[in-house]
T-cell receptor, first 111, second 113 residues
């Protein structure tokens, strides 16, 4: 089983739609959780952290369920510019604090 | 967040040769991370570079193939040695300044022919 699993998509949605991405992780001792965005041929960039209480940043809402080891990202009112690959990322425990990346979910917002 | 300068941005190399990738950070960091992203795949951690000690390599990666230098707290290099076409990939360095999340360099797109 992969340490971080995501539906690879692609998700093809019209402008204005609401779309949700899900992610599961295998290590129950994981400490921190993030969503990154990666545009084609670019480096990943941090979109938002994910907290147990849930957090919102404009049209983006992230949720964490530690009991189920499940992370979600909700995008409301999708824009063409939201088209990208969204990476679910988990920080392990231990001294190295390394990040473990999911394979990413491809979102294509259509006009 | 940190600003990372990574170079070269891309290169095409002959098999059997080596390429050294450099990353310069605009602030001092304890750890720098080197990732590989093969075509169509997500990022895989190669190693963690600590200043003043040997790099820590992940399973499947060895120092002879990917030697790393970390001469100071703002700079690191990754060398891809004795390259083969299977090494064609994007290589990224990364740092975590605030504990909030990682910042990545712009990547080195390597093609081995």
């Amino acid at each position: 089983r992969k340490e971080v699993e995501q539906d690879p998509g692609p998700f093809n949605v019209p402008e204005g739609a609401t779309v949700a991405f899900n992610c599961t992780y295998s290590n129950s001792a994981s400490q921190s959780f993030f969503w990154y965005r990666q545009d084609c041929r670019k480096e990943p960039k941090l979109l938002m952290s994910v907290y147990s209480s849930g957090n919102e940043d404009g049209r983006f809402t992230a949720q964490l369920n530690r009991a189920s080891q499940y992370i979600s990202l909700l995008i409301r009112d999708s824009k063409l510019s939201d088209s990208a690959t969204y990476l679910c990322v988990v920080r392990g425990n231990g001294a190295t604090n390394k990040l473990i990346f999911g394979t990413g979910t491809l979102l294509a917002v259509q006009p | 967040s940190a600003v990372i300068s990574q170079k070269p941005s891309r290169d095409i190399c002959q098999r059997g040769t080596s390429l050294t990738i450099q990353c310069q950070v605009d602030s001092q960091v304890t750890m720098m991370f080197w990732y590989r992203q093969q075509p169509g795949q997500s990022l895989t951690l190669i190693a963690t570079a600590n200043q003043g000690s040997e790099a820590t390599y992940e399973s499947g990666f060895v120092i002879d193939k990917f030697p790393i230098s970390r001469p100071n707290l703002t700079f690191s290099t990754l060398t891809v040695s004795n390259m083969s076409p299977e090494d064609s990939s994007i290589y990224l360095c990364s740092v975590d300044i605030s504990g909030y999340g990682y910042t990545f360099g712009s990547g080195t797109r390597l093609t081995v022919v």
